[in-house]
């Protein structure tokens, strides 16, 4: 099946800071999602991309689909404790099968 | 807001047992789904479900696993005989005409001693 690779794999960041995450994969996907998730708690759907190249913004987060549909970013802005948690990128595989990648666990220190 | 329901939180049984894990989608949705998260890794699909059939799973959901979806709220997921590589969390998702914006309940922890 298909893989993402998510960078980095976690981050330690001071309040205020802007982050960058990204994801990569070897074949190319037609939706691409990033999603957050807090201790206990299930996925919530961030932002949601659908064409190649598009750049989308959720509030203080912005999130970009590559030209090549196989890899993105997602930028959070000024960072507050709330934001600590851990980031999946997820591909829509053919169908209605959400492919995840493994995480990147931000940590904010205030 | 509308959102997906899960119970128990958390269910501990013995290996080799069968366990019933359940979730209440949200009510318009048509499209019901179970991932799986081991402890420290990445969510995995399992199975989907629409109009009363599975409509695709993974190499994860073999014969141990069945869905079912008893009456017009409910969305079971049952494992007939637990092993120890079975202890996870097990997310419900729901969405309604597309499967993109994919909702995902709070999960069940399941601990198989």
């Known amino acids: 099946g298909q893989q993402l690779n998510q960078s980095p794999q976690s981050m330690f960041i001071q309040e205020g800071e802007d982050v960058s995450m990204n994801c990569t994969s070897s074949?190319?996907?037609?939706?691409w999602l990033w999603y957050k998730q807090d201790p206990g708690e299930g996925p919530v759907l961030l932002i949601a991309?659908?064409?190649?190249?598009e750049l989308t913004s959720n509030g203080r987060l912005t999130a970009q689909f590559g030209i090549t549909r196989k890899d993105s970013f997602l930028n959070i802005s000024a960072s507050i404790p709330s934001d600590v948690g851990i980031y999946f990128c997820?591909?829509?595989?053919?169908?209605?099968?959400?492919?995840f990648g493994a995480g990147t666990i931000l940590r904010v220190k205030s | 807001e509308p959102e997906v329901t899960q119970t128990p939180s958390h269910q501990v049984t013995q290996m080799g047992q069968e366990v019933i894990l359940r979730c209440v989608p949200i009510?318009?949705?048509?499209?019901f789904y179970w991932y799986r998260q081991i402890l420290g890794q990445k969510v995995e699909f399992l199975v989907s479900?629409?109009?009363?059939?599975?409509?695709?799973k993974s190499e994860i959901f073999d014969d141990q696993f069945s869905v079912e979806r008893p009456d017009g709220s409910n969305f079971t997921l049952k494992i007939r005989s637990t092993k120890l590589e079975d202890s996870a969390m097990y997310f419900c998702?729901?969405?309604?005409?597309?499967?993109?914006?994919?909702?995902f309940g709070p999960g069940t922890r399941l601990t198989v001693l």
């Open positions: 998702a729901s969405s309604d005409f597309s499967p993109v914006t994919q909702y």
């Open positions: 074949s190319i996907f037609n939706t």
């Open positions: 991309l659908y064409k190649a190249g």
């Open positions: 997820a591909g829509l595989e053919y169908g209605n099968k959400l492919v």
């Open positions: 009510s318009n949705h048509l499209y």
């Open positions: 479900f629409y109009n009363n059939e599975i409509s695709e």
